[in-house]
């Protein structure tokens, strides 16, 4: 069975202060790995994918194999960075997305 | 163009009704999902339509939830005999193709469902 872990329900940083959100998973095969963001009022919206190697507003993440990992880090926080972040993964067959349980980010001034 | 668009955007009923969530994808969009958020869960999976292939029921919780998808655009998802814990938002997504050949997911606003 697929599972991702978020262990943090919310992380409080100031701006300008580094962040890292936590997203350990467990997958048998080779899983795809996914940061999707909500800010306030929005729909949930894909922020990035380990696939594409790519940063999105300053924000990265690199899969760890070994530690099954796949943390969301941003050296530089902003106030407008404030919303809620989920991990999510799909399996092989690409059918479902398994998410964590969610992340709020609170950046205070 | 437009997204996901689900409706209705709320949706109140008492306990023992039936009701319907409609869901209109992507123009073009292949594949549709079916997610459910209860409170102070995360996202849970329900249902996925991929084309004219049978859906994955998988997700579903009971066999008092059932969905369509009818002439691989519109989907509808129907829960009979509602439940107090069937609260929730409803949430719709739909892809280009399967996720996993990178094609990421695109997700509506969602129906927040409130059983009386």
């Known amino acids: 069975a697929q599972r991702v872990t978020q262990p943090e329900k919310l992380l409080s940083v100031f701006k300008g202060a580094p962040v890292e959100l936590k997203c350990n998973y467990s997958?048998?095969?080779?899983?795809?790995l996914f940061w999707y963001v909500q800010y306030s009022r929005q729909r949930l919206q894909l922020l990035l994918r380990?696939?594409s190697r790519e940063s999105i507003k300053g924000f990265t993440a690199d899969l760890n194999k070994g530690e099954t990992s796949f943390h969301l880090k941003k050296p530089f926080a902003q106030e407008e960075d404030s919303a809620m972040y989920y991990c999510a993964l799909t399996n092989n067959a690409g059918n479902m997305l398994t998410f964590g349980g969610g992340t709020r980010l609170m950046v205070k001034p | 163009g437009a997204g996901v668009s689900q409706s209705p955007s709320n949706k109140v009923t008492e306990k023992g009704k039936d009701v319907e969530l409609r869901c209109d994808p992507i123009?073009?969009?292949?594949?549709l999902y079916w997610y459910r958020q209860s409170l102070g869960q995360g996202l849970e999976f329900l249902i996925y339509?991929?084309?004219?292939?049978?859906?994955?029921k998988s997700g579903l919780p009971s066999d008092r939830f059932s969905a369509e998808r009818t002439g691989g655009s519109v989907s509808t998802l129907t829960i009979q005999r509602t439940q107090q814990e069937d609260s929730a938002v409803y949430l719709c997504?739909?892809?280009?193709?399967?996720?996993?050949?990178?094609?990421?997911?695109?997700f509506g606003d969602g129906t927040r469902l409130s059983i009386l």
């Open positions: 997958y048998s095969g080779s899983p795809e």
């Open positions: 997504a739909s892809s280009l193709g399967r996720t996993n050949h990178n094609q990421p997911q695109h």
């Open positions: 380990h696939i």
């Open positions: 123009s073009g969009h292949t594949a």
């Open positions: 339509f991929q084309g004219n292939s049978a859906p994955d």
